[in-house]
C-alpha cells in the first residue's frame, strides 16, 4: 500500500539518526488503539443529531397527507394568487394618485415694502432675439481702398441697441 | 392532466414522498455506519497523536461525523473516503489545537506511560520510556508547522506521500521537501538537547 520507498526515498525512515528516534515514537503514537466502543459513541451521537439541514423543517405527517394530493396541492396555490392578487387590486383600487396641477401657485410677494413690479411681465430680451430699431451703417464699405487691396476684414459685432 | 396542472404540480413539488425519503435516510444511515465501522479507528489515531488527549480526540472523530452527516449529500461524489475524512478530522484537530493552546495532556510524563503501550516492560522501563517519548515529542512540537505536519502525517503506516499530500492540500514534492527538513531539523534539536544534558 505504501509508496515510500519506490523513488529512492523512503518516507518512514529518515537520513539522521535524531530522527528516527523522533519517527519512532511518531509511530508508538500514531499506533495507539482507538478506545474501547468508539464507534458504538459515534453512532449513538449520529443517531441523536438533527437529521435536516433545512431551515423550515416541515412535519413529516403533514406532508405525507393532503399536500400529496395535486388538486388540493393546485387549488392552494390557486387560492393564493387568488388572495395576494385581489388584494393588490383593492389596494390599487383606492388609492388613486394625484393629478399633476396645471399651474404653478406662485409665492405671494410681499409689496408693501420697497419697490414693486406693478404687475408687470417681464420678458427676456433673448426671448424672440435681439431687434434691431435702427439698421447699421455699412462701415466696412466706407473702409474699404479703391486699390483693390485686399486687407483681413475685421469682425465687427453689431451691436445691439436696447429696445 | 392539463397543462396548468402539471405546471402547478410540478412548481409544488416540495419533497419525493414519505416512503422514499425513510428509504433513503435508512440507505444514508446504513453508509455512514459503515463508514464509522470502517474509519473511526484511524480518524481517532490522526486526532490523537495532535491532540494527544483521549477525549478530546474522540470528540474530534464525532465532531467530524457529524460534519459528514451534515454533508450526507456529496458523499457519492467523493472518490477516496478515507483521504477525504482524514482530512476533515486534520482539519478539526489543527482548529482545536489553535483555538485551545494549551499543552497535550501526554506532556505530563505519567499520563504518557498510562497511554503508551507496556507488554513486558517493567515499572521503572515503563517511565523511561514515557520520559524518552516524552522528550522526542517536545522537540517535534518545537519543529516549524509545516515541516511538524508532514512529520506526523507520515508516521501513519497507512498513509503514503501521495495521501498526505492531498490531505495537506500540498505537492508530493512539497511533502518530501518538507520531511526532508523535518528529518534534519529533528536531528540537529535531539543532538543539542542532548549536549546540553
Redesign the interface.
Known amino acids: 500500500m505504501n509508496s515510500h520507498s519506490h523513488d529512492g526515498f523512503d518516507l518512514k525512515t529518515g537520513p539522521g539518526s535524531g530522527s528516527s528516534e523522533a519517527e519512532t515514537t511518531l509511530r508508538v503514537i500514531a499506533g495507539l488503539p482507538a478506545p474501547e466502543g468508539l464507534e458504538q459513541r459515534v453512532n449513538a451521537s449520529l443517531r441523536h443529531a438533527p437529521r435536516s439541514t433545512s431551515v423550515l423543517h416541515w412535519p413529516a405527517g403533514q406532508r405525507s397527507s393532503w399536500m400529496q394530493n395535486t388538486w388540493a396541492r393546485t387549488a392552494a396555490a390557486a387560492a393564493i394568487v387568488f388572495v395576494v392578487a385581489g388584494g393588490g387590486w383593492e389596494v390599487y383600487s383606492r388609492v388613486q394618485p394625484a393629478q399633476p396641477s396645471s399651474a404653478i401657485a406662485l409665492p405671494p410677494v410681499a409689496t408693501h415694502r420697497g419697490f414693486s413690479s406693478a404687475n408687470a411681465m417681464r420678458t427676456p430680451r433673448t426671448l424672440n432675439g435681439t431687434v434691431l430699431t435702427h439698421p447699421l451703417p455699412d462701415t466696412a464699405a466706407e473702409k474699404r481702398p479703391t486699390d483693390g487691396a485686399k486687407k483681413p476684414l475685421k469682425k465687427t459685432a453689431a451691436k445691439p441697441v436696447a429696445p | 392532466?392539463s397543462a396548468s396542472?402539471s405546471v402547478?404540480?410540478g412548481?409544488?413539488e416540495?419533497?419525493p414522498?414519505?416512503v422514499e425519503?425513510e428509504a433513503r435516510?435508512q440507505v444514508e444511515e446504513e453508509a455512514?455506519?459503515a463508514l464509522?465501522?470502517q474509519y473511526?479507528?484511524t480518524l481517532?489515531?490522526?486526532a490523537?497523536?495532535i491532540l494527544?488527549n483521549?477525549s478530546d480526540a474522540?470528540d474530534a472523530?464525532?465532531e467530524a461525523?457529524?460534519r459528514v452527516?451534515?454533508h450526507r449529500d456529496t458523499l457519492g461524489e467523493i472518490r477516496d473516503h478515507r483521504v477525504w475524512l482524514i482530512r476533515i478530522v486534520w482539519n478539526i484537530v489543527l482548529d482545536r489545537k489553535r483555538r485551545a493552546k494549551t499543552r497535550p495532556e501526554?506532556d505530563d510524563v505519567a499520563e504518557l506511560a498510562r497511554?503508551?503501550?507496556a507488554e513486558g516492560l517493567s515499572a521503572e522501563q515503563r517511565a523511561a520510556a514515557a520520559q524518552?517519548?516524552a522528550h522526542?515529542?517536545s522537540?517535534?512540537d518545537r519543529l516549524p508547522k509545516k515541516e511538524r505536519e508532514v512529520?506526523?502525517l507520515?508516521?501513519?503506516?497507512?498513509l503514503?506521500?501521495?495521501e498526505?499530500a492531498s490531505v495537506l492540500g500540498i505537492t508530493e514534492s512539497s511533502?518530501?521537501s518538507r520531511?526532508?527538513r523535518?528529518?534534519?531539523l529533528?536531528?540537529?534539536?535531539?543532538?543539542h538537547s542532548r549536549s546540553l544534558r
Open positions: 392532466m396542472q402547478f404540480a412548481w409544488m416540495i419533497a414522498s414519505a425519503d435516510q455512514l455506519e464509522v465501522g473511526a479507528s481517532y489515531r490522526v490523537f497523536s494527544r483521549p474522540e472523530v464525532q461525523f457529524l452527516l451534515r501526554t497511554v503508551l503501550p524518552h517519548h522526542v515529542l522537540c517535534v512529520m506526523v507520515s508516521a501513519f503506516e497507512e503514503t506521500s501521495v498526505i511533502v518530501r520531511l526532508f523535518a528529518r534534519n529533528m536531528g540537529s534539536l535531539l543532538q
